[in-house]
């Protein structure tokens, strides 16, 4: 069959569901993944055909379309960064969001090029985050803390994926105590970092009807939901984790619920956190906060 008329059969299945947009866009991500075609190879060769068995891929991926599971989790991959991340239901699906929280610091770096910094990335998932800061930093240290084991599976063969070195460390971050993140096998012994960032979960649980299907039911709820009554818990203890282990003139990062900017930032301002700055994401949302300890 040509991949070109099947095209007409995929959208008209899934035209129900999604809009045509998100649906040229799955076609394409589809062809490249598995025939190794870009969306102008198709244009060159228009009467490129795909055999019965390549079909057969192509229905099973359709059917779980269909039932709105995440193309991401369907392939087991996405690109974040320029870079090739693992994923399944254990850990969220990387956002351009979050890309744009790792251009910052990395811009942020390359102004004061820190010697070998010390970066530590809580809640650290797919690895997304401290695998993009090490794949551009090769001279930085970076920690990667979950307290999902199996997300942390995930993370390592993505470390080993792209070709870093980080350090995991499989925590709750609400059960550190003492305010002494353990690094190392001896649990008094701190590590100050140069940076600390987070992308901690902050999605509130009345928020949830804006949430799309695709997201509700398949990514970990653990990763994404906090109560109502205490929506920056995580901000909360991280920072105050920050106040301990983040060195003089250090870094704090934070991607944040874009309807509790102002919150974060009062809640930063009284543990006394200098040069607080709020920063809007591509699509003019609160998304981003940067302080000094």
């Not at 062809?31 to 102008?40: A, M, N, V």
């Not at 509130?204 to 929506?231: G, M």
């Amino acid at each position: 069959m040509i991949l070109k008329e099947y095209k007409i059969d995929f959208i008209e299945a899934l035209i129900p569901i999604y809009d045509q947009e998100e649906i040229e866009s799955f076609f394409y991500i589809i062809t490249e993944f598995l025939h190794q075609k870009k969306r102008i190879d198709l244009a060159l060769e228009t009467n490129f055909l795909i055999t019965e068995k390549e079909l057969e891929k192509w229905s099973s991926i359709l059917a779980e379309l269909k039932q709105e599971r995440p193309i991401q989790y369907i392939l087991g991959e996405t690109e974040f960064y320029g870079l090739r991340f693992l994923v399944n239901e254990n850990t969220l699906i990387p956002r351009p969001e979050t890309e744009e929280l790792v251009e910052l610091i990395l811009n942020e770096n390359s102004k004061k090029k820190i010697p070998n910094p010390k970066i530590l990335d809580i809640g650290t998932g797919s690895g997304c985050i401290a695998i993009s800061l090490a794949k551009n930093l090769p001279d930085a240290e970076v920690f990667a803390l979950d307290v999902s084991e199996k997300a942390l599976e995930i993370a390592k063969k993505n470390a080993e994926l792209n070709k870093v070195g980080l350090n995991f460390i499989n925590k709750s971050i609400l059960e550190v105590e003492n305010s002494i993140i353990p690094t190392t096998n001896n649990q008094h012994s701190t590590t100050l970092f140069d940076i600390i960032v987070s992308n901690p979960p902050y999605v509130r649980n009345l928020e949830k009807e804006e949430i799309k299907k695709n997201v509700l039911e398949y990514e970990p709820h653990l990763a994404l939901f906090v109560e109502d009554n205490d929506a920056l818990l995580f901000y909360r203890k991280i920072a105050q984790l920050a106040q301990k282990n983040l060195s003089e003139n250090g870094k704090l990062y934070f991607e944040i619920n874009q309807y509790l900017g102002k919150e974060t930032v009062e809640l930063l301002q009284n543990l006394n956190f200098k040069k607080i700055e709020l920063i809007k994401d591509v699509y003019g949302n609160d998304r981003i906060i940067q302080c000094t300890r």
